[in-house]
């Protein structure tokens, strides 16, 4: 697919999925700065947003703030805690309906996530709306459908040393230090993964810490 200077695009990055995603497969964390970088590919960002989980102990915070570093904005939802301790916070409609406000401001649409729920979105930001519809995420974890649908699709398995980070680091910006190296080539699953990024190992060891359990501040 061609990429015109001139389009301006909006990226919307499920970060549950992404986060997930990469430590599930290479047990490593995402650099969110270089995803967003390629997602516009030299064109115009009219808005990246990352859509995050907030919990009562902040723990979270600093991976806040590396984003924001970054230039991607934040989007917010308290951790929901259920009877037996289950906690789970759903950003799939929040992120369909702002993709959707925005769909007439922009010309290009891209997804950061492998979740096939995000399919009857695209199919209308495509079908109704006119607008180029991308995916960017792991192929392990993408959606078939949305492979289908999508007008480009840019796999993070292909370059992990560009867009994954050593667990427990994070830079300034969203950026490793400079000693910090990515795992290299691709590396496989270390356990199953579903399209959405989770399993039932992730939501049971949620029971007992953050949502980002592997997220420690930089120094």
Known sequence: MTKHPEQRVAVFIDTQNMYYSARNLYQARVNFKNIVEDAVGGRKLVRAIAYVVATKAGEERPF???LRGAGIETKEKDLQIYAGGVKKADWDVGIAVDAIK???KVDA???ASGDGDFYPLLEYLSGVK???VEVISFRETTSSKLLEIADDFIDLSKEPQRYLMKVGTIGRGGEPHASEHAPRGRAKPTRRVGVRGRNSS???????GSVYPII???S
């Open 109 to 111: 649409i891209v997804i």
């Open 64 to 66: 806040f703030e590396a």
């Open 130 to 132: 006119g607008c180029l």
């Open 216 to 218: 420690t501040p930089w």
């Open 102 to 104: 925005l769909a007439d």
């Open 202 to 208: 992730d939501e049971e060891g949620e029971r007992e």
